[in-house]
């Protein structure tokens, strides 16, 4: 049997992975602390955390009890909520990226708020954070663009979209209904740093046609790429679904795969009536089609 208490003091342990921290945070005892987290290590029959070198790291079923964790504290205060007041205010929590809400998500977001009362916060994630965040019960949902499902994770495909290049409206390549790879000869473009999953296709898409370019500026988030382009310090590849600033026009990359938008969950996670409500939303709400100017 899990105790609460144990549970409550791996989450605060989790958040800070450091005792020290997390003892302060809970008001107890390093050695309590200690006590608490190996008891409920041995119930579970496995290590939570190992030491890499000076740091502690969560393991594998550390992280997936830490999700059950928060899931089991909100469960309860939403019993709490229900028996004391008669009714119980849920929360919902969503990941995505700043450019998923900007251009994706804003009405289904809106359609949420006006159906539902519960208390909704919004992160703000890279791919591999909305996932991360998803597997430690963080985020209940995420949106991101995926080439592929990550392992113990429900996926739902919103919307796929082109990959489109952005210039300024004057520009020679604006001429052209689609734009090729080769045509980006000697441009000045604006990226986003290395390791980056859009940054690594497209530097392959470049080299596989032997494309010589520079890197004007490297930068993260669509709105900030389209803002450079707009100062004209180069060109920028984004996805379709962008609302370009005055002055700047999109051309389809046609060599380049559209990308997919999908709404995630973990497997494992029980969702209550809001967050099914939230999902539902994301799937109605996002639109599917785009304007390319």
């Given at each position: 049997?899990?105790?609460?208490?144990?549970?409550?003091?791996?989450?605060?342990?989790?958040?800070?992975?450091?005792?020290?921290?997390?003892?302060?945070?809970?008001?107890l005892?390093?050695?309590?602390?200690?006590?608490?987290?190996?008891?409920?290590?041995?119930?579970?029959?496995?290590?939570?955390?190992?030491?890499?070198?000076?740091?502690?790291q969560?393991?594998?079923?550390?992280?997936?009890?830490?999700a059950?964790?928060?899931?089991?504290?909100?469960?309860?205060?939403?019993?709490?909520?229900?028996?004391?007041?008669g009714s119980?205010?849920?929360?919902?929590?969503?990941?995505?990226?700043?450019?998923?809400?900007?251009?994706?998500?804003?009405?289904a977001?809106?359609?949420?708020?006006?159906?539902?009362?519960?208390?909704?916060?919004?992160?703000?994630h890279?791919?591999?954070?909305?996932?991360?965040?998803?597997?430690?019960?963080?985020?209940?949902?995420?949106?991101?663009?995926?080439?592929?499902?990550?392992?113990?994770?429900?996926?739902?495909?919103?919307l796929?979209?082109?990959?489109?290049?952005?210039?300024?409206?004057?520009?020679?390549?604006?001429?052209?209904?689609?734009?090729?790879?080769?045509?980006?000869?000697?441009?000045?473009?604006?990226?986003?740093?290395?390791?980056?999953?859009?940054r690594?296709?497209?530097?392959q898409?470049?080299?596989?046609?032997?494309?010589?370019?520079?890197?004007?500026?490297e930068?993260?988030?669509?709105?900030?790429?389209?803002?450079?382009?707009?100062?004209?310090l180069?060109?920028?590849?984004?996805?379709?679904?962008?609302?370009?600033?005055?002055?700047?026009?999109?051309?389809p990359?046609?060599?380049?795969?559209?990308?997919?938008?999908?709404?995630?969950?973990?497997?494992?996670?029980?969702?209550?009536?809001?967050?099914?409500?939230?999902?539902?939303?994301?799937?109605?709400?996002?639109?599917?089609?785009?304007?390319?100017?």
């Amino acid at each position: 049997m899990l105790q609460s208490s144990w549970l409550e003091a791996f989450i605060a342990f989790a958040e800070h992975v450091n005792f020290t921290h997390a003892a302060k945070a809970l008001h107890l005892s390093q050695p309590a602390l200690h006590v608490q987290i190996q008891r409920l290590s041995e119930a579970v029959g496995v290590p939570l955390y190992i030491r890499q070198g000076r740091r502690l790291q969560l393991t594998e079923a550390g992280i997936e009890l830490l999700a059950h964790a928060r899931e089991q504290r909100e469960r309860s205060a939403e019993v709490l909520d229900r028996l004391r007041s008669g009714s119980a205010k849920g929360t919902v929590r969503l990941s995505a990226g700043s450019g998923a809400y900007l251009y994706l998500l804003g009405p289904a977001i809106r359609a949420f708020r006006r159906a539902s009362k519960a208390r909704l916060t919004l992160q703000q994630h890279d791919q591999s954070g909305t996932i991360a965040a998803l597997r430690s019960g963080s985020a209940q949902l995420g949106v991101a663009m995926l080439d592929e499902i990550p392992a113990g994770m429900h996926a739902q495909r919103l919307l796929r979209v082109p990959q489109v290049l952005v210039m300024p409206r004057r520009h020679p390549l604006a001429c052209k209904r689609s734009v090729r790879i080769t045509d980006l000869a000697q441009q000045a473009l604006i990226l986003p740093p290395e390791g980056r999953p859009q940054r690594a296709a497209l530097s392959q898409a470049l080299m596989s046609k032997d494309v010589p370019h520079t890197v004007a500026v490297e930068a993260t988030g669509w709105h900030l790429v389209l803002h450079f382009v707009q100062l004209g310090l180069g060109l920028t590849v984004v996805n379709g679904c962008c609302q370009l600033p005055r002055g700047l026009v999109a051309r389809p990359l046609t060599e380049l795969p559209a990308v997919a938008y999908y709404v995630l969950s973990r497997e494992a996670a029980t969702a209550s009536p809001d967050v099914a409500l939230l999902r539902r939303m994301l799937v109605e709400h996002t639109p599917r089609t785009f304007a390319i100017a």
